[in-house]
């Protein structure tokens, strides 16, 4: 079992940078995939950007590609998100996620584990 607990999140106008952190326990974080997900008010909980235990990635590329970049530190037990050029539309609860497996898992329901969350805010 892991738990997660992101920081990061605020408040930012239009064009800045945020990163977002998430913290896992547990002595197996490099064999996790890990994902990042985001929640707006009335929508569904979104697909943002993951890792695979190998450090390979994926975008959600219409919304985030090309702005948002995600890592991991393995001895830190650490994935972070870079959001840069944000924008209103990015305004959300980011939340990320733990699986092990396989490798390609963008769907929200293929994760075992979830953070708390943390509140990203973008003023125009």
């Known amino acids: 079992q892991v738990q997660l607990v992101e920081s990061g999140g605020g408040l930012v106008q239009a064009g800045g940078s945020l990163r977002l952190s998430c913290a896992a326990s547990g002595r197996t974080f490099s064999t996790y995939i890990m994902g990042w997900f985001r929640q707006a008010p009335g929508k569904e909980r979104e697909f943002v950007a993951a890792?695979?235990?190998?450090?390979?990635?994926?975008y959600d590329a219409d919304s985030v590609k090309g702005r948002f970049t995600i890592s991991r530190d393995n001895a830190k037990s650490t994935v972070y998100l870079q959001m840069n050029n944000l924008k209103p539309e990015d305004t959300a609860v980011y939340y990320c996620?733990?699986?092990?497996?396989?490798?390609?898992?963008?769907?929200?329901?293929?994760?075992?584990?979830w953070g708390q969350g943390t509140q990203v805010t973008v003023s125009s």
């Open positions: 996620g733990a699986i092990q497996g396989s490798w390609y898992r963008a769907r929200s329901s293929e994760y075992d584990y």
């Open positions: 890792i695979s235990q190998f450090g390979v990635t994926t």
